[in-house]
């Protein structure tokens, strides 16, 4: 259908409904914002942006203006702000009036630089179209090449460089990528038309086909687009460039680009940025070439060059995968010259930055250009190791290395890896590039969707494509690891995996993938969608069936010295949520300073321990609960044992019983019958007492302390297993420190209570063992109910410590069912109703604010209190940048997530004295 430009509108502050676009959450205000201003311009003849400009001028804008700065050879251009960006969303998506007039001013900056006419039939200037938000979103936004080529334009190009084929092919591509981008015609479409081309022509490859074949693709390619769109292609060049502005500022708020900002966690930012620039080219002749390289690696972090090239290509060639381009140490055979200078730039740019960067270039007839820098994505051991390498070099110092380091990411550095034995006896069909390392085994899946909805429904999948696009980029976050026929180590692919340490291999030409039929075919053997492969995305190897994997051991190297940094800037405490010996001891080894949670329901489940468990909760009089709680104490005081002597010297705090008592009950007959059975009781005896216990909303029912008021026996059975424990270890020289934690407190009174029953059954043991030494077991509770930490005043003065229980804290708060959130949590996040899943980062204006409330009040009565969180939330790095910020005395978090931690725990005071 025709497209009809939309008048332009004044840049004020809303649409014409009084609504403010939803992801518009303020505006950039730089020190060199320049009131009204919508264009900044970069070249040699002068420079209007700066490095310190990326929220006005996104990431990609501002740099190329610092490039410029420092003298590297830069296509001249000119970026339009975020403000632009953001004013065009608040106008229903109209371009602020004033802004054509501003890039028509600007391109005749930019024709007198370049010697140039926009347009000319003799000497025509064109120009990319690329976006460039303040964050790094690489590939999920559009661009467009070679625009300002018309019908008289392209034989004005053909002529003055002397290389007709050169020229229309840039026109096919213009063509294609305007079509596709802009105008919304299927990318498909082309691409038939370009077989019909090349099958006329005999043609194995794009370069194959000969100067008239391109011709012809040409109109081929203009008949889809008539067809399509319902006009002719533009041949207006101004109109073609503002067309394509309007289509960069829509990809902002495209499907890949808000699911991009949401599994990043991307928030706060107003829009992207639009750079123009004039084009340079690598695709006319073999003494041009275009390539995407990284100061370092950013897969394993060495200090080497590394990248991708294509001879007589442009820049989308290498991103999209569609060519296996050649490794950069290939680069000194082909042009040794422009190698070496592209050496001295990394070398330059990282002294200049002092950070690895991730560079485009082109090589137009022997010429070099610079296209972007920006910091580059890496995997964690390569932010490790980078980090490290440039405290060394003397780049950098120890704090601003550990702020580097994306706390998160050192989870890749626990991830298991292929046993390598077993790996040797695995059948290895095909290898490709490495791409990002790491281990994944998976189902083949064929496409994004399938991806999706396979995880959702529990499946783990490897997604196999030719090559990824960024339409892929929800099938690729949920996949275990991405594996494709072709592309190199910058192919969207790699880098988006790379980003997020996901496996990743490459290139890997020895497989054809048809994903119509969902089969991938190597060696003459197909396999389908229920054929498990492993990918080791550190060697390339692809190979048939689940190979056994491995778990790191220990932390050592680079690592172990980021930990030792991590130590020593941090104010935190880190402890661990533990509850058996071999837990306590992995996370003692990862670093931890005790344990901040101990869930005593977790010894219930195993073996004879579930049936006496039952024999308990259906007891019908205290004295037969008794007994069944007999028999679970030796089993209790044995764990306890276990877990002090892994902990020896470190705190360890134990909460006592909290779930519902039907969780440990069956429900179906099957159960039921076995339970009666094993008890001498009648099934229905067994289902009566469990509708009995039946409860309408059983997380704010019967459970937690409530439990230990109505059956006492239940607390003084673990309280006594705790004691024992204790003596046990002391005498036989262990030194444990048990901390009883009593959960779900929401009175001062209820606390009080349950203290003094606590104190009164330590007494007991302490007499029936005779024991005389002083023995301090610190009693607390946890501050989960909002009304606890409303009156934590009050609750401190029976307690001891307070752990804030952050998950049920939010729940409650919140009102949301944490087990059920996700049945509509998808759709808030989508329309950013909250900045993340609450669950997984704490709500610092709500439930964060009863964390410093309690925090404050409990201090106000007792000075000693100590303070500490339990929830995931404490290996969350932004939840504990904020608990740093409140004051609190520890986080605790799952063993692997204590580094995590670590590393968080440091940022936070680092970026505190800053």
């Keep these: 259908m025709p497209t009809t430009l939309r008048k332009p509108v004044a840049m004020n502050g809303s649409t014409a409904n009084g609504h403010t676009a939803p992801f518009i959450t303020g505006k950039a205000t730089p020190s060199k914002l320049q009131a009204n201003k919508m264009v900044y311009y970069f070249g040699k003849s002068r420079t209007e942006g700066e490095a310190g400009l990326k929220a006005l001028l996104g990431g990609k804008g501002a740099n190329l203006a610092d490039m410029c700065s420092i003298g590297l050879p830069v296509p001249p251009g000119f970026t339009i702000t975020t403000d632009t960006c953001a004013a065009y969303y608040r106008a229903g998506q109209r371009l602020p009036v004033g802004l054509m007039n501003e890039v028509h001013k600007y391109v005749s900056v930019l024709e007198k630089e370049t010697g140039k006419k926009f347009g000319s039939p003799d000497n025509p200037l064109l120009v ?41 092919d840039a026109y096919r591509r213009l063509i294609n990528m305007f079509g596709d981008v802009v105008m919304g015609v299927d990318h498909h479409l082309f691409e038939e038309a370009f077989k019909r081309i090349k099958a006329k022509y005999k043609a194995k490859d794009d370069t194959d086909v000969p100067t008239e074949g391109i011709v012809e693709l040409c109109e081929a390619y203009k008949e889809v687009f008539r067809k399509r ?134 090589i137009e007839r022997g010429e070099l250009f610079m296209l972007q820098t920006r910091t580059g994505k890496r995997t964690g051991a390569a932010a490790v190791k980078i980090a490290c390498d440039m405290v060394k070099e003397k780049l950098i110092d120890e704090k601003t290395a550990l702020v580097r380091i994306p706390a998160g990411d050192l989870v890749q550095l626990m991830l298991p890896s292929f046993d390598p034995t077993r790996k040797k006896l695995a059948a290895k069909i095909a290898e490709g590039i490495p791409a990002s390392p790491g281990a994944a ?56 995996a790379v980003g997020w340490g996901k496996p990743c291999v490459v290139g890997a030409g020895e497989l054809h993938i048809d994903a119509k039929a969902r089969k991938m075919t190597v060696g003459g053997k197909s396999y389908g969608e229920n054929d498990v492969i492993s990918i080791d995305g550190t060697t390339g190897e692809v190979m048939v069936g689940a190979v056994p994997t491995i778990v790191p051991e220990k932390l050592s ?178 030194k444990a420190l048990p901390e009883i934690m009593h959960p779900l407190v929401g009175t001062r009174k209820e606390l009080a209570w349950l203290r003094q029953m606590t104190l009164n059954t ?75 899943d609450p669950f997984q980062s704490l709500d610092q204006s709500g439930v964060g604010q009863l964390v410093r409330m309690g925090f404050d009040k409990g201090r106000s009565v007792n000075d000693k209190l100590k303070v500490g969180v339990c929830g995931e939330h404490g290996g969350d790095p932004r939840s504990v940048h904020f608990f740093h910020r409140v004051g609190l005395d520890y986080v605790s978090c799952s063993p692997y997530r204590v580094p995590i931690a670590r590393l968080a725990a440091a940022q936070a005071a680092v970026m505190a004295d800053k």
């Excluded at 100061?295 to 990248?307: C, H, L, M, S, V």
């Excluded at 529990?458 to 594996?483: C, F, K």
């Excluded at 005081?637 to 019983?657: E, H, N, Q, S, Y």
């Excluded at 087990?819 to 329309?831: E, T």
């Design 441 to 496: 085994v998976g189902k083949l899946t064929f496409t994004a969707a399938d991806a999706v909805m396979r995880k959702q429904n529990g499946e783990q999948v490897i997604l196999v494509r030719e090559e990824t696009s960024p339409e892929d980029v929800e099938g690729m976050h949920s996949a275990q690891g991405i594996l494709t026929s072709t592309g190199g180590r910058a192919s969207h692919a790699a880098v988006v």
């Design 557 to 734: 190297g680079d690592f172990a010295t980021v930990m030792r940094w991590s130590d020593k800037y941090r104010r935190l405490a880190i402890r661990t949520n533990a509850d058996t010996p071999a837990d306590a001891r992995r996370a003692r080894e990862f670093g931890a300073s005790g344990i901040g949670l101990c869930r005593t329901e977790h010894m219930f489940f195993e073996g004879p321990r579930i049936l006496a468990m039952r024999e308990m909760i259906l007891a019908e009089t205290p004295e037969r609960r008794k007994a069944a709680l007999d028999k679970l104490l030796p089993y209790q005081r044995d764990d306890f044992v276990g877990i002090f002597t892994a902990m020896k010297g470190l705190p360890v705090t134990i909460r006592l019983l909290d779930p519902p008592l039907h969780e440990f009950l069956p429900h179906d007959d099957k159960g039921v019958a076995e339970v009666a059975k094993a008890m001498g009781l009648s099934a229905d005896k067994v289902r009566h007492r469990v509708a009995q216990l039946h409860e309408a909303n059983p997380m704010l029912g019967h459970r937690g302390c409530r439990l230990c008021v109505t059956y006492p026996e239940i607390l003084q059975m673990q309280i006594r297993a705790i004691v024992e424990a204790t003596f046990d270890c002391l005498a036989n020289g262990i």
């Design 229 to 362: 769109v319902g006009e002719m292609f533009p041949q207006n060049p101004f109109k073609q460039l503002e067309l394509a502005i309007e289509a960069v500022f829509k990809s902002w708020n495209g499907d890949r680009a808000v699911s991009y900002r949401r599994i990043q966690g991307i928030q706060g930012l107003i829009g992207t940025a639009v750079n123009v620039q004039a084009m340079v080219f690598g695709n006319m002749g073999d003494d041009s070439g275009t390539g995407v390289g990284f100061t370092r690696n950013p897969a394993t972090g060495e200090n080497k060059f590394y990248g991708d090239f294509l001879v007589n290509a442009q820049g989308e060639d290498v991103v999209a995968g569609i060519r296996t381009p050649r490794l950069i140490d290939e680069m000194p055979r082909w042009n040794k010259k422009v190698y070496d200078q592209l050496i001295k730039i990394k070398q330059k740019l990282e002294k200049h930055y002092r950070e690895m960067q991730d560079i485009e270039f082109t």
């Design 762 to 836: 330590i007494d007991e043991v302490k007499k029936e063992k005779n024991w005389q030494k002083r023995v301090d077991i610190p009693i607390g509770t946890m501050i989960e109910v909002p009304r606890a930490a409303v009156t934590a005043d009050e609750i401190a003065q029976q307690a001891d410590f307070f752990s804030f229980g952050t998950n049920d804290l939010t729940q409650m708060t919140f009102g949301y069912s944490r087990d059920d959130v996700n049945s509509f949590l998808p759709d808030y996040l989508k329309h950013e109703l909250l900045e993340g």
């Design 128 to 168: 990319s179209v690329r976006s460039g938000a303040a964050v790094s979103m690489p590939g999920m936004m559009d661009t467009i090449l070679n625009l300002g080529l018309t019908d008289q334009a392209v034989e004005g190009l053909a002529a003055r460089t002397g290389n007709k084929r050169f020229a229309f």
